[in-house]
């Protein structure tokens, strides 16, 4: 390609920068133009793009969010809108699209090269983890630790009043977070969107701990589910059942901070990666990690599988409990 675009999209994770800087120092190794798109798909419609060169992306490696800013784009999902923003980057000369972001930013990434003749490679950018065709997402490992350092603090409480938290962390409609983090902070129990849990099986097991000996405190993690107010609705429930659990939702304090070492060397090796992937002429992918290894997959089955959550990890978390 003679010059190539960058743009995140969606919620921003921590490590979207260190990719930014991996798609920029790459792309100028080889000697091809790169431009950064601000605002996501709301500025590539407006044409609000600059060149970048190796100094725009100085010391960002170890910064959170992300410098080119991010956005949800409504109208991006009208074709004609797509068309136009194809027409914005064949008049800057460019003919690819590095796209990080979600499962909604790289149906975007798909669509728009499937009608107009520019290329796009995507990357996997989001806290979730839940994105087919790769084993990790940029943001995911600094968002459990994050929860987990809030979490290590709601425990000192929880045990110092003998009290009982349900501690929600974000996840959408998965429990990749939820159930990475409920292993690591030793949760009495886990709730997600993929398990059906009784609140009597919650009632019971709480019961059986404090026959243990090991006192009525606890923390309950649960993913925060297709709609908000899950969390509150299981306290309700809970109640009902004589248990009488605070509520701590953990919010937006997940997808921001430092990225977490392990955030920063695959975001690094993805984005150095989708440059010698779009050298090597492919199209419509997105780049990912399986099993340590760098791989890609056709966005089109990136967007309609989805991944499934390793069931014998939250078998062995569900067993740990007790
Ligand atoms: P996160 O996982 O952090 O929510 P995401 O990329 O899945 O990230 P979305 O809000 O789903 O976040 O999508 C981001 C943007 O991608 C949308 O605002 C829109 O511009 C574009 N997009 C999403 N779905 C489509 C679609 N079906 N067609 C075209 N563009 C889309």
Do not use: W
Not at 17 to 39: E, S
Not at 253 to 281: E, M
Request: glycine share 12%; hydrophobic share 40%.
């Amino acid at each position: 390609p003679s010059a190539i675009a960058v743009l995140t999209s969606g919620g921003d994770s921590p490590g979207m920068n260190p990719a930014i800087r991996g798609v920029v120092r790459a792309a100028l190794h080889r000697g091809i133009k790169v431009f950064g798109i601000n605002k996501g798909y709301s500025g590539l419609i407006i044409g609000d793009l600059e060149e970048m060169n190796s100094a725009s992306v100085t010391n960002i490696v170890q910064r959170g969010g992300t410098i080119l800013k991010s956005d949800r784009c409504e109208a991006f999902k009208d074709p004609a809108v797509r068309h136009q923003a194809a027409e914005v980057l064949k008049e800057k000369g460019i003919d690819t699209l590095v796209v990080i972001g979600g499962d909604g930013s790289l149906t975007g990434a798909h669509y728009l090269t499937l009608e107009n003749d520019i290329r796009v490679i995507g990357l996997p950018g989001t806290i979730d983890n839940d994105i087919y065709g790769t084993d990790d997402t940029i943001g995911f490992d600094t968002a459990v630790n994050t929860a987990l350092e809030a979490i290590d603090k709601i425990r000192d409480t929880a045990l110092s009043h003998e009290s009982l938290f349900l501690v929600e962390v974000m996840g959408r409609n998965s429990g990749f977070i939820a159930t990475h983090v409920g292993i690591a902070c030793g949760a009495e129990m886990i709730v997600i969107p993929e398990y059906e849990v009784k609140v009597d099986a919650i009632s019971s097991q709480l019961a059986s701990n404090r026959e243990q000996g090991k006192g009525s405190s606890g923390i309950i993690v649960v993913a925060e589910g297709p709609k908000p107010g899950l969390t509150y609705d299981l306290a309700k429930q809970l109640k009902n059942h004589g248990q009488q659990p605070k509520v701590c939702i953990l919010g937006h304090i997940q997808r921001g901070g430092i990225p977490s070492g392990h955030d920063r060397i695959l975001a690094s090796c993805l984005g150095a990666s989708a440059v010698d992937y779009l050298c090597a002429g492919y199209n419509d992918i997105m780049i990912g990690v399986r099993r340590g290894k760098i791989v890609d997959t056709p966005l089109a089955q990136v967007i309609e599988k989805s991944k499934e959550l390793d069931e014998a990890l939250f078998q062995r978390a569900l067993l740990l409990h007790k």
